[in-house]
């Protein structure tokens, strides 16, 4: 998993309240999954498969979470079979349950991109991945997150792209500069999905997106990336 290094301090962040999309602004959400088929329109480039997680499963992970196990990380083919060392090391109560929804989740993910082989993690985080806003180098990545606080993201249309490219060092500084009206950041709940188009996508310049800070909290999260890589 390809992540940029933590800085030094963290920025202050406020959750707003979600909005909800334009028919231009280049995101759609809803509670079916089949909203992840908007993606294959040129003018889409983020997917939001908003769902539960049932809280037997978060409460499950989140105790699994503090004995400190290893993540998972592989180049798989989008299968079943190939998730089976991801859980391996799961309590029995939310084995099965998650075994399903990673298989579900990656097939989905295979079959959208048409990719052979995705780049999958699946485990516990304990500090903080990408403190500055940005976008990944991949053609697909999707996010989802089982316990802790989800994603942040931000509407295409709310990006300052000229400052996204040339970044000032600080992370607080360079946020304000690539998402000048803080409110536009979205956060993703527990269950919610996310797929988004990357940089290296034919069609989009990659959504902007972020880990939530949450190093020094004792926050720990659970989360699966997986990522369709350039062809």
């Not at 503090?66 to 799961?90: C, M, S």
């Not at 697909?140 to 994603?151: A, E, M, S």
């Not at 249309?157 to 500084?173: F, S, Y």
């Amino acid at each position: 998993m390809s992540l940029a290094q933590p800085a030094s301090a963290a920025p202050s962040c406020r959750p707003p309240p979600s909005v909800a999309p334009t028919l231009d602004d280049g995101w759609r959400a809803a509670a079916d999954p089949v909203v992840l088929s908007a993606l294959t329109t040129s003018t889409v480039d983020l997917a939001v498969w908003r769902r539960p997680v049932p809280d037997q499963v978060t409460r499950t992970l989140a105790t699994w979470a503090e004995t400190k196990p290893a993540g998972f990380e592989r180049l798989i083919a989008p299968t079943r079979d190939a998730l089976a060392p991801a859980v391996a090391g799961l309590p029995v109560a939310a084995r099965a349950w998650v075994h399903d929804d990673l298989a579900d989740l990656i097939e989905r993910l295979g079959s959208l991109a048409a990719a052979p082989r995705l780049r999958v993690w699946f485990g516990p985080v304990r500090g903080d991945q990408c403190r500055k806003f940005h976008v990944d180098y991949v053609r697909y990545r999707l996010i989802t997150t089982y316990v802790g606080p989800g994603t942040e993201w931000v509407p295409p249309g709310a990006v300052a792209r000229a400052a996204l490219e040339h970044p000032p060092d600080c992370p607080c500084d360079a946020n304000r500069a690539i998402v000048p009206d803080g409110a536009a950041v979205q956060h993703a709940a527990i269950g919610d999905v996310l797929v988004m188009k990357g940089a290296l996508h034919p069609d989009g310049r990659g959504v902007v997106h972020r880990s939530p800070p949450i190093a020094g909290t004792g926050v720990t999260r659970v989360v699966l990336i997986a990522s369709a890589e350039a062809r």
